[in-house]
T-cell receptor, first 110, second 114 residues
């Protein structure tokens, strides 16, 4: 079983829909990252969380440390949000090791 | 250009050949990383470096060599390429003393070993 699990693996939504992508992990962590990988392959860091909630534009990321769970929400989705969203955790006690989920592929249609 | 750049973007090589993938960053970030991305796997850490002349193994280091003689460069060498090393390779950098900092990724190198 992977230490980081994302759901769903694939998601199709219509423009304007509210989207939620989930990330669950089985180890103690000190931080969690959300990344976005566009169809061209480039990877962009969206958020780094250690507690609570962060918001940037239409993107909201939350984390519940006790439940070992994080969610990424996209409000008013748009076709340009189509990408793979990747969750990664920094395992507690490891200085440099990030463990990545396999990603959620999101397609937003008109 | 400012940022983090990888070269080449695409590379085809043959089994047994030595291949070097280049990574250059202009921010003077302390930390640099090499990951590989394969279908069905998340990104996996090959090697990382905390500063010039300091490197350490990641999750999947076998068959790879790195060096970091200058802060801005972090080349990855496949000493004798194997088909299992066909993958997309990403270089990343971070300015933090630990990974509690934003990561910046290069555009990736798609490597095919025939």
């Amino acid at each position: 079983k992977n230490e980081v699990e994302q759901s769903p693996q694939n998601l199709t939504a219509q423009e304007g829909e509210f989207i939620t992508i989930n990330c669950s992990y089985s180890v103690g962590i000190s931080a969690l990252h959300w990344l976005q990988q566009h169809p061209g392959g480039g990877i962009v860091s969206l958020f780094m969380l250690s507690s609570g909630k962060k918001k940037h534009g239409r993107l909201i990321a939350t984390i519940n440390i006790q439940e070992k769970h994080s969610s990424l929400h996209i409000t008013a989705s748009h076709p340009r949000d189509s990408a793979v969203y990747i969750c990664a955790v920094r395992i507690a006690g490891t200085a440099s090791k990030l463990t990545f989920g396999t990603g959620t592929r999101l397609q937003v249609t008109l | 250009d400012a940022g983090i750049t990888q070269s080449p973007r695409y590379k085809i090589t043959e089994t047994g050949r030595q291949v070097t993938l280049m990574c250059h960053q202009t921010w003077s970030h302390s930390y640099m990383f090499w990951y590989r991305q394969d279908l069905g796997h998340g990104l996996r850490l090959i090697y990382y470096s905390a500063a010039a002349d300091i490197t350490d193994k990641g999750e999947v280091p076998d068959g790879y060599v790195v060096s970091r003689s200058k802060t801005e460069n972090f080349p990855l060498t496949l000493e004798s390429a194997t088909r299992s090393q066909t993958s997309v390779y990403f270089c990343a950098s971070s300015e933090g003393t630990a990974l509690n900092e934003k990561l910046f990724f290069g555009s990736g190198t798609q490597l095919s070993v025939l």
